[in-house]
């Protein structure tokens, strides 16, 4: 019996302990659920009107089925690649979200050093609560990516391709799917703010969440730090977003290719036609999203639009794809199908929620293990032999 049980040492840290038991992103989504306050978590976890695309991208993901390849030696699956000439330990990244510090204190400094740590390329928000400077410098050789929002405001959209270019970002992501903002409805009926404002609900909250609330009140208040500065107009949610212009075309998206000095891509639901346009125009890839199902929903899922966009525009053009990335099964499936790699949102946020920049490490660590395991059950051993052997790997449901 003495042989047969074998006691774990006690993990007394209840953190720790909880996020050596998170093997899925469903663990850490119900850690970040019980460690927020209602609203902040359903700013996370909901999208847009009725959540029809919310849900549907990750149900495209599911409606794959891999079938695969008997009697291969897997026994040293190699995940290492490139992304857009970067060099990276997995087919992964993680994608710009807004409000970060709104979720965990420690903010967008703490996703930027878990991803440089994992070897990952990080994209920072125009909406983030932390400068682009400040990003820089908490994890300064790191990969660092810009998403860009063009503003109605011109002189401003300039001043921060300019800034992200000093500041040593290598990538920009220009966002298309903002002409307005997507009606959402669980933030509406939450009163979600930034800064916060204290309802009779948030108080509520307060009292259910005090761990959250202390460390809120400990660090500086929350703003949209890369718009933001002395003298400067109080942005909130709801201003802030009007001044995302709907009239951005074309010729927009070709006078900041002349003024970024770097990689730049396109980012939103990118039709085929749109994506030769793009490449066209000297860009060097595209990000296929519908922004999580958080802009137009009922939208199709991003990685429906994979294998169609790999087709018209060939293979030396980057195609990267989120929008309902859950398991590193999807991240295999989407390889399959002809993307370069995969970027999650949800899922680092309640990461980060869970545990900080360590929760962080641990979804990284659980995302790339489980792509791993899914290439060796596949029987393909490199991220190039998965990509080119694709289309006999996965079928459809």
Not at 169 to 192: K, P, Q
Request: proline content about 5%.
């Amino acid at each position: 019996m003495r042989a047969l049980i074998q006691l774990k040492p006690v993990e007394l840290n209840r953190h720790r302990r909880h996020l050596a038991a998170a093997h899925t992103t469903e663990d850490f989504r119900l850690l970040a659920r019980r460690a927020l306050p209602r609203s902040v978590f359903d700013y996370i976890d909901g999208g847009a009107d009725e959540e029809t695309s919310l849900r549907a991208n990750v149900d495209a993901f599911r409606r794959r089925r891999f079938v695969p390849r008997a009697l291969t030696d897997v026994s040293a699956p190699d995940l290492n690649m490139k992304i857009l000439g970067q060099a990276v330990s997995a087919p992964l990244g993680l994608a710009p979200t807004g409000y970060t510090r709104m979720i965990s204190a420690l903010g967008e400094p703490a996703v930027m050093s878990a991803a440089a740590a994992a070897g990952l390329p990080y994209v920072l928000s125009t909406m983030a609560t932390t400068s682009l400077e400040d990003v820089a410098a908490a994890a300064p050789s790191a990969e660092r990516w810009f998403q860009l929002y063009v503003w109605k405001d011109r002189t401003l959209t300039e001043q921060l391709v300019q800034r992200a270019a000093q500041s040593g970002y290598s990538v920009l992501e220009i966002a298309v799917d903002t002409a307005a903002s997507g009606f959402r409805v669980r933030d509406v009926r939450n009163g979600l703010t930034i800064p916060p404002a204290l309802t009779l609900s948030s108080l509520v909250d307060i009292g259910m969440r005090p761990r959250y609330w202390t460390s809120m009140l400990r660090h500086p208040a929350l703003q949209f730090a890369n718009v933001s500065s002395d003298g400067s107009p109080a942005y909130t949610i709801e201003n802030i977003t009007s001044q995302f212009d709907p009239a951005v075309t074309w010729d927009d998206v070709a006078r900041i290719r002349d003024q970024w000095p770097g990689k730049i891509v396109i980012k939103g639901p990118i039709r085929a036609q749109d994506a030769v346009r793009a490449r066209e125009l000297g860009l060097d890839g595209v990000h296929l999203s519908n922004h999580g199902g958080r802009q137009l929903d009922r939208s199709i899922a991003p990685i429906d639009l994979v294998s169609p966009v790999r087709s018209a525009v060939g293979e030396d053009f980057s195609i990267l794809v989120d929008s309902g990335v859950r398991h590193g099964a999807d991240i295999a499936t989407a390889l399959a199908l002809g993307a370069d790699a995969c970027f999650i949102g949800r899922p680092y946020l309640w990461a980060l929620a869970a545990g900080g920049q360590q929760g962080v490490s641990r979804l990284l660590q659980v995302l790339s293990d489980q792509l791993r395991r899914t290439m060796q059950l596949l029987g393909v051993t490199s991220i190039d032999q998965l990509r080119c052997e694709g289309p006999s790997l996965v079928t459809r449901d």
